[in-house]
């Protein structure tokens, strides 16, 4: 079952206090300095390992008296609050010039019943990923984003759908589709067989966007995607 706190813990490695070391991916960054999730019946989120003590405890406390969420675009209680208490950290003589960016979303899960597509095969190489995307580097693959599903034209990949974050539980789904070649729905079908995948191997499927991400949601629509969550995060 998918809940605010599978969600945070799939996408987020956290010390024995709760709070984020890095993200659960290859080549893992620190994350959000703060992270929300909520949903109709609870709330998860986590402060970055980093940010001060008493900051991190005034989060914390504001985090407890979040309200039930209602509409999944509406924003959290307290953001202005957390913003405030954030951009002193960034702003300080440690990071001067600093700011904060937010960025939220739907969480997504798999219905029972996915479709199986057709011609879609496994990707286990990074070179062939070469030519029509950018950014992934040798054993990438093997070190967390399998399974990668793609669709392949000419002998290579044009869409694929990988581990975008990985726990022993759980797997968030990332998707990316060359330019010339989007508009076709191949989005859908390789993040379908990517979902199938992760099934198989005894994982949750998990599903997230940005409200500004508009193919991305489009895919959502068109799996027929359960939004049963909404994440809120600052950045810095």
């Not at 990438?140 to 399998?146: F, N, Q, T, V, Y």
């Not at 198989?200 to 966007?209: C, D, K, N, V």
């Amino acid at each position: 079952m998918s809940t605010p706190d599978l969600h945070l813990d799939t996408l987020f490695v956290l010390n024995a206090d709760g709070r984020i070391t890095s993200t659960r991916e290859p080549g893992a960054s620190p994350g959000p300095l703060f992270f929300l999730v909520r949903s109709q019946t609870g709330c998860a989120w986590a402060v970055r390992s980093d940010v001060p003590d008493d900051v991190a405890a005034e989060l914390d406390e504001l985090a407890r008296r979040e309200p039930p969420l209602v509409d999944l675009r509406d924003g959290p209680l307290h953001a202005q609050r957390y913003r405030s208490l954030l951009q002193g950290r960034v702003q300080s003589a440690e990071h001067p010039g600093g700011g904060i960016s937010q960025s939220s979303g739907p969480a997504f899960a798999f219905p029972d019943d996915v479709t199986a597509p057709t011609n879609i095969v496994f990707v286990d190489d990074e070179q062939l990923l070469e030519r029509n995307f950018r950014g992934w580097v040798r054993g990438e693959i093997a070190a967390g984003r399998a399974p990668v599903m793609g669709i392949v034209v000419d002998g290579y990949p044009v869409s694929v759908c990988f581990s975008a974050r990985r726990s022993d539980v759980a797997a968030e789904a990332g998707v990316e589709t060359a330019e010339a070649f989007r508009g076709r729905g191949f989005g859908s079908r390789v993040t379908a067989a990517w979902a199938l995948a992760i099934r198989a191997s005894g994982r949750i499927p998990l599903y997230s966007t940005e409200w500004t991400n508009s193919p991305s949601l489009a895919v959502a629509r068109k799996l027929g995607l359960l939004a049963y969550a909404s994440s809120w995060s600052l950045s810095g």
